[in-house]
């Protein structure tokens, strides 16, 4: 159930929205909405980079970082997906692809 006082907020917000509106002239208007779907579109700033602030990065630890490849993509975050109790791990590229390693068997087994 929605709380009137939500609903006449949303209401207050929306008339300042079409009051703005209606004061810009449709050039306006149109650059606005430009600059806003520019906003919306724009990559979002790395949290990490190789040269500097290693934060996000120190969960590989140090013997997994290498000298990046210019040609090859690095990747940013890591996770897991738990598929049918099989615990499979998922990486964020730098440039935006997600990666899953499909074949768990390029690691070495534990036999121990």
Request: glycine share 8%.
């Amino acid at each position: 159930m929605t709380d009137p006082a939500d609903e006449e907020r949303e209401e207050g917000r929306a008339k300042g929205g079409h009051a703005r509106a209606a004061s810009l002239s449709a050039e306006e208007r149109s650059e606005s909405a430009r600059k806003a779907a520019a906003a919306r579109w724009a990559k979002p700033e790395l949290p990490a980079t190789i040269d500097g602030d290693d934060t996000e990065l120190e969960a590989f630890g140090p013997e997994e970082l290498l000298e990046p490849i210019p040609a090859m993509p690095i990747a940013r975050w890591r996770g897991s997906l738990n598929i049918v109790g099989l615990e499979v791990p998922c990486y964020v590229l730098d440039d935006g692809q997600k990666n899953h390693r499909a074949h768990i068997s390029n690691r070495a087994p534990d036999w121990n």
